[in-house]
């Protein structure tokens, strides 16, 4: 079983529309969740952390978190061409050094 | 959001060849700080972990001889690419975990990366 796992893509959304991208993650210790935005050929970029259950906004970015089902998601409202990315899910791992874990990414294509 | 720089952003070189990444947190301190190699369309693959005035802890597979990581202050990390071959030919990217009590609240942000390509 994968560590963390991601909706399958490609994901493709007309602009101006919601994209939900889903997570879900084996490791109960996790305690922060990030979610990166990469743009190919780039490293990722932090878009969005959440530590706590329920949901966190922040501009067009909702990050949400349900430890007990292990699962945290990201809706991108209002979406734009330039929102065309992998995003990439990331909880910590429990232990002193806290890595975090990457699911493979969600491909997704914002079509104008 | 923090910085945190790497250099060089692309090299080139002969097999047999060693070569030294820098990577360096510009605004904010970091304990510890992360390898990652990325291969084309694959996942960021976590290489070794570097703490500040420690040895560096390395994934499983990876070969601590021919990865050598320093971490010589709360801003640096340097990765040694020894002796390298085509096959070490990837997109190597770090990151820094920011501690704390910064006002980045130990979020993990990534460098620009490092392509490296031997022939």
């Known amino acids: 079983q994968k560590e963390v796992e991601q909706n399958s893509g490609p994901l493709s959304v007309p602009e101006g529309a919601i994209a939900s991208l889903n997570c879900t993650y084996s490791d109960r210790g996790s305690q922060s969740f990030f979610w990166y935005r990469q743009y190919s050929g780039k490293s990722p970029e932090l878009i969005m952390f959440i530590y706590s259950n329920g949901d966190k906004e922040d501009g067009r970015f909702t990050a949400q978190l349900n430890k007990a089902s292990q699962y945290v998601s990201l809706l991108i409202r209002d979406s734009q061409p330039s929102d065309s990315a992998t995003y990439l899910c990331?909880?910590?791992?429990?232990?002193?050094?806290?890595?975090?874990?990457f699911g493979s990414g969600t491909q997704l294509t914002v079509l104008p | 959001g923090a910085v945190v720089s790497q250099h060089p952003s692309r090299v080139i070189c002969k097999s047999g060849t060693s070569v030294k990444i820098e990577c360096r947190s510009l605004?904010?301190?970091?304990?510890?700080m992360f390898w990652y190699r990325q291969f084309p369309k694959q996942s960021l693959m976590l290489m070794a972990t570097?703490?500040?005035?420690?040895?560096?802890?390395?994934e499983q597979g990876v070969e601590k001889d021919k990865f050598l990581i320093n971490h010589a202050s709360l801003t640096l990390s340097t990765l040694t690419v020894t002796s390298a071959h085509p096959e070490d030919s990837s997109f190597y990217i770090c990151?820094?975990?920011?501690?704390?009590?910064?006002?980045?609240?130990?979020?993990?942000?990534f460098g620009p990366g490092t392509r490296l390509l031997v022939l």
């Open positions: 605004d904010f301190q970091a304990t510890t």
């Open positions: 990331a909880p910590d791992q429990s232990g002193s050094a806290r890595q975090l874990t």
């Open positions: 990151s820094a975990r920011a501690l704390r009590t910064t006002k980045y609240q130990e979020t993990q942000y």
């Open positions: 570097s703490n500040e005035g420690s040895k560096a802890t390395y």
